[in-house]
T-cell receptor, first 116, second 115 residues
Framework: NAGVTQTPKFQVLKTGQSMTLQCAQD?????MYWYRQDPGMGLRLIYY???????DKGEVPNGYNVSRLNKREFSLRLESAAPSQTSVYFC???????????????FGSGTRLTVV | AQSVTQLDSHVSVSEGTPVLLRCNYS??????LFWYVQHPNKGLQLLLK??????LVKGINGFEAEFKKSETSFHLTKPSAHMSDAAEYFC?????????????FGSGTQLTVLP
């Protein structure tokens, strides 16, 4: 089925460890995003990529880096994990045509990360 | 600037009764508005969207929402709740034009449906 695929689905890290969350979409969307979801706070944007070759910071970028590998793939890296990064991470993609953001997002099923 | 307030963090209804999830927004420009649903351990699914066409928007699974500019509201309703509607619902606002980084999520409303 067409959509957004995230790996892994679950991960436990020790403080200070690093890891990369992978995301791929097969809808030929230009824009991709990484969000984190914490209880009572909705979703907050970490980084986004408006198009292949560009990335920009969102609301909560500290402690993260991203790579837009190609049009399909957008990865999120935690260089030195901290307990405050325990969260559920969602990747999403969308299409913005001529500046119109009218089509919503397609979300992946999430990565549940625990940092101990 | 823009913001979203979901007025209830939890709503509980009986199966077969109406559902009302309330959302107020603030935006300094003409907004697009969305409702998303998240079932346990799942991603977010788009229920419906308002993009400056008809003010009454119909979505999937019998949900609808009405854009009221004078009240800056975009409440989600359904005439008759089903057990499968139990989930968390997010109201989302964005500008109709411009950068997608300006998407703002509400804090969510947890809907419980009682048998």
């Amino acid at each position: 089925n067409a959509g957004v695929t995230q790996t892994p689905k679950f991960q436990v890290l020790k403080t200070g460890q690093s890891m990369t969350l992978q995301c791929a979409q097969d809808m030929n969307h230009n824009s991709m995003y990484w969000y984190r979801q914490d209880p009572g706070m909705g979703l907050r944007l970490i980084y986004y990529s408006a198009s292949e070759g560009t990335t920009d910071k969102g609301e909560v970028p500290n402690g993260y880096n991203v790579s837009r590998l190609n049009k399909r793939e957008f990865s999120l890296r935690l260089e030195s994990a901290a307990p405050s990064q325990t969260s559920v991470y969602f990747c999403a993609s969308s299409e913005i045509l001529r500046g119109h953001f009218n089509y919503g997002y397609t979300f992946g099923s999430g990565t549940r990360l625990t940092v101990v | 600037a823009q913001s979203v307030t979901q007025l209830d963090s939890h709503v509980s209804v009986s199966e077969g009764t109406p559902v009302l999830l309330r959302c107020n927004y603030s935006s300094s420009y003409s907004p697009s508005l969305f409702w998303y649903v998240q079932h346990p351990n799942k991603g977010l699914q788009l229920l419906l969207k308002y993009t400056s066409a008809a003010t009454l928007v119909k979505g999937i699974n019998g949900f609808e929402a009405e854009f009221k500019k004078s009240e800056t509201s975009f409440h989600l309703t359904k005439p008759s709740a089903h057990m499968s509607d139990a989930a968390e619902y997010f109201c989302v606002v964005s500008p109709s034009f411009g950068s997608a980084r300006q998407l703002t999520f509400g804090s969510g409303t947890q809907l419980t449906v009682l048998p």
